[in-house]
């Protein structure tokens, strides 16, 4: 997949291009955060940056802000996908988790799709893409994930929003509001980076130790576990619910010796990375409060881990 904006057909650039290319970034950001998927998110950029390039000059000379409209028709095209993907998403096999992405230090030298940009330089790994955040925006309805993306996070006024959701600014404010609410009500109390880290430690070594009593005294006695291997690789089809069925479920789980599992950051959180061999096959996420774990992600759909994989 490319992920260079396509440029004008006769190979002239205007003055404006530079600037153009420059919302690249931005772009990203927020295609990801309205999708969870880096692929889908590189996709809505090229087909922003195609329309952009498919006007004429002349056109996209009378535009006052390039961009602004790239980034309300990068909004109409992820309202757009979300529509269309709550349909594909209830014919996935098994749960749907976001897109992991890892830290700049986990990204390969060589991506699988022969970039060698990584998703750091492309996603801002800040609080509005942890896993459990994007968790929470994926139960929302198109209108209102756009809606409080674009506000809360990017910062949009709502007469900007409406124009691109197609609904009033008050009706955006609603929309914006009621996913506030579903965030603050998810959202768990602060805790240390450094005390999650340690949690996720000490839950990869009691894991390889497969000592369900450790596990379960790290697990918040609710703990959900979900699994993603979207039908390509063998995963759980449903939940597993409860600290005791969450760690004898892992602990039954052993670990051959060509797999390796090593911490790491996922979505800007402690997290762990599964290997075999020289590939990633599975990426951990967790959601950590007052020191134990409450959810636990797996993503094992290779087509999800492809930012993992070295080329």
Known sequence: ???TPSAPEDGRLGPTT?????ERRRLTN?????????????????????????????QREAVESPGGWLMKVAGRICLDVLRSA?????RYVGEWVPEPLPARTEWPVGAA???TADPADRVT???????????????????ERVAFVLHDVFRYPFAEVADIVGRSPAACRQLASSARRRIDASRPPASPKAQRARVVRDFKQAWEAQDIDALIGLLDPDAVA????????????????????????????????RLTVRECTVNGQPGLAAR?????????????????????WAVLNPEKLRPWTTA
């Open 1 to 3: 997949m490319t992920t």
């Open 125 to 143: 790994l800040d609080e509005s893409v942890g896993m459990a955040f994007l968790v929470v925006l994926e139960s929302m309805t198109p209108a």
């Open 113 to 115: 799709d022969g970039s």
């Open 276 to 296: 075999l061999d020289d590939a990633v096959v599975s990426v951990y996420a967790f959601d950590i409060a007052d020191g134990r774990i409450r959810r636990i």
């Open 86 to 90: 709550r349909a594909r998403r209830e």
């Open 18 to 22: 530079g600037a153009v290319v420059a």
């Open 226 to 257: 979900v699994g993603d291997g979207g039908g390509r690789v063998t995963a759980s089809l449903h939940p597993i619910e409860g600290a005791g069925s969450v760690a004898r479920f892992f602990a039954a789980r052993t670990l051959p010796g």
């Open 30 to 58: 927020l295609a990801y955060r309205m999708l969870g998927s880096l692929a889908e998110a590189e996709d809505v950029v090229q087909e922003t940056y195609a329309r952009w390039y498919a006007m004429s000059e002349p």
